[in-house]
């Protein structure tokens, strides 16, 4: 019913910036909230950023201010700006949506940060 295709991961070196693109095979305003998740080697997936249907937005501590999560309508995709990247952001970076209270995963994107 649903598909979730990331695209913009890569190496980056630290202080630099990646755009993560997530495209949605449903319109992304019938969701109850999409948003990112990473996971690092040896380490629990977690959560990221996540926009609500209403456009409120939760972060995690270590992201704010320097990550944004954002939406485009004519694009149909959620977005994750990431700035003043560290090598602790290296993780794979998972699109996730809430669709008819079901959740649906991407396959993943590599970011790798570089010191």
């Known amino acids: 019913q649903v598909q979730l295709v990331e695209s913009g991961g890569g190496l980056v070196q630290a202080g630099g910036s990646l755009r993560l693109s997530c495209a949605a095979s449903r319109n992304i305003f019938t969701f109850e909230a999409m948003g990112w998740y990473r996971q690092a080697p040896g380490k629990q997936r977690e959560l990221v950023a996540a926009?609500?249907?209403?456009?409120?937005?939760d972060y995690a501590d270590s992201v704010k201010a320097r990550f944004t999560i954002s939406r485009d309508n004519a694009e149909n995709t959620v977005n994750l700006q990431m700035n003043s990247l560290k090598p602790e952001d290296t993780a794979v970076y998972y699109c996730?949506?809430?669709?008819?209270?079901?959740?649906?995963w991407g396959q993943g994107t590599q970011v790798s940060v570089s010191s």
């Open positions: 996730h949506g809430i669709w008819y209270r079901n959740d649906y």
């Open positions: 926009i609500r249907r209403g456009g409120s937005t």
